[in-house]
């Protein structure tokens, strides 16, 4: 069996369609929605990231700010820029890109962020809120994952879902999302024994591990759907999974590539968190 190939691209090209609709809606009512994307540092990678996401806004109409400071750019610094822009009328999402350099407690300054504005989903409260069934933003990674799922057709209510991988940022999030659809999870980790033989149960196998080669072709069910969250840069500068998508691709029944995946989806997802964001402001009647 060779896998389908899910087209992450243009799924979040239709998504971010979706956005722009709305953005004129509310641009129409007075409010344009803001994202301020905040970036300390100057770590290649991250800088494409965070320039792909300001595009992403200016294409669906939203407006963005992108704040980067150097490296030695002080916590309680960051922390008061974040006041700021918790303050901001004209800003609804606040992302701090990630990882932010050594000297600064990420955790502290996830928890700064006002949880109304909180688009990645990661502040506590936010975390308790997906947690207890009542979420006000999914973590975007995750909420992209469940949208390919959709698109997909795939039934979750009793459906076995392996997580690989328990980050506060994509694994356990992804297992409560999951978990509220029906599914039966279990989310391993890099200390589980036998991991084969939990992935070789599910149905939906979801990988986010940071270790390229991780999930071979011969640890998967026949027709299970294989999302690779996984983002690798090789020694010749490609960009490749944490699956290994040459064996796997023989034995599943859809898988997502990398690139042209899941990472699309998840800029696709911080739009519509912004709009959503934007949306709860305008109704609430607080924002201009
Ligand atoms: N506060 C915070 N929120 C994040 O959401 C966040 C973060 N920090 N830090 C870094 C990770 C990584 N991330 C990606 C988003 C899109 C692609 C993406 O669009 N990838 C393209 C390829 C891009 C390329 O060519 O490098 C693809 O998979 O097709 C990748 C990675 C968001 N992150
Ligand atoms: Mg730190």
Not at 34 to 48: E, I, K, R, T, Y
Not at 189 to 206: E, F, M, P, Y
Not at 238 to 256: E, N, P
Request: charged residues 20%; glycine residues 10%.
């Amino acid at each position: 069996m060779t896998a389908k190939v899910i087209d992450g691209v243009k799924l979040a090209a239709s998504i971010r369609e979706q956005v722009a609709e709305r953005a004129a809606v509310l641009t129409r009512q007075g409010v344009k929605p803001g994202l301020a994307v905040v970036l300390v540092g100057s770590d290649a990678a991250s800088q494409v990231y965070v320039r792909n996401k300001v595009a992403a806004c200016e294409k669906a109409g939203l407006h963005s700010v992108l704040e980067q400071y150097p490296a030695d750019l002080t916590e309680d610094a960051l922390l008061s820029r974040i006041r700021t822009l918790n303050a901001d009328k004209t800003i609804h999402g606040i992302l701090v890109q990630l990882p932010l350099p050594k000297h600064i407690d990420a955790h502290r300054v996830i928890e700064a962020i006002a949880a109304e504005k909180d688009v990645d989903g990661f502040h506590i409260s936010n975390a308790g809120l997906l947690m207890t069934g009542t979420p006000l933003f999914r973590p975007c990674t995750p909420y992209g994952v469940m949208k390919i799922l959709e698109s997909e057709q795939v039934v979750l209510r009793g459906a076995v879902a392996v997580v690989v991988g328990a980050s506060n940022i994509v694994g356990k999030p992804m297992a409560m999302l999951l978990q509220a659809a029906g599914a039966t999870v279990t989310i391993c980790n890099s200390k589980t024994r036998d991991l084969a033989w939990h992935t070789r149960h599910a149905d939906i196998v979801v990988v986010a591990t940071g270790k390229p080669g991780m999930v071979t072709g011969d640890m998967i069910k026949p027709g299970a759907i294989v999302i690779d969250v996984g983002i690798n840069r090789t020694a010749d500068g490609k960009l490749c999974g944490d699956v290994d998508y040459a064996s796997v691709s023989q034995v599943a029944g859809a898988i997502t590539p990398v690139p042209g995946g899941v990472g699309p989806m998840t800029i696709a997802m911080l739009l519509v968190n912004t709009i959503e964001a934007a949306e709860r402001s305008n109704a609430s009647g607080i924002t201009p």
